[in-house]
């Protein structure tokens, strides 16, 4: 994986700390991150999360409220 760039994928992210634990293993085994990015995010304060602590962007198709969840 070294040198390879990689976009963590999530179906959806409540806390971040499952996509921050991809991202370090991405890391130590040498791949690049790219960027973190859910399928739906739940503004939980997840992104904003994700963004300061792996310092890669944030990216989402769909928020909760797109999809009528509560």
């Not at 963590?8 to 996509?19: I, N, Q, Y």
């Not at 130590?28 to 991150?33: D, E, L, R, T």
């Not at 963004?51 to 009528?68: H, I, N």
Request: glycine content about 12%; cysteine-free.
């Amino acid at each position: 994986m070294e040198g390879r760039r990689v976009v963590v994928l999530e179906d959806t992210s409540t806390t971040g700390g499952s996509a921050l634990t991809a991202v370090e293993g991405v890391r130590a085994a040498g791949g690049i991150v790219q960027a973190v990015a859910v399928i739906v995010d739940r503004a939980t304060g997840a992104g904003d999360h994700i963004a300061q602590q792996a310092d890669v962007p944030y990216l989402y198709a769909y928020t909760k409220d797109d999809l009528g969840l509560e």
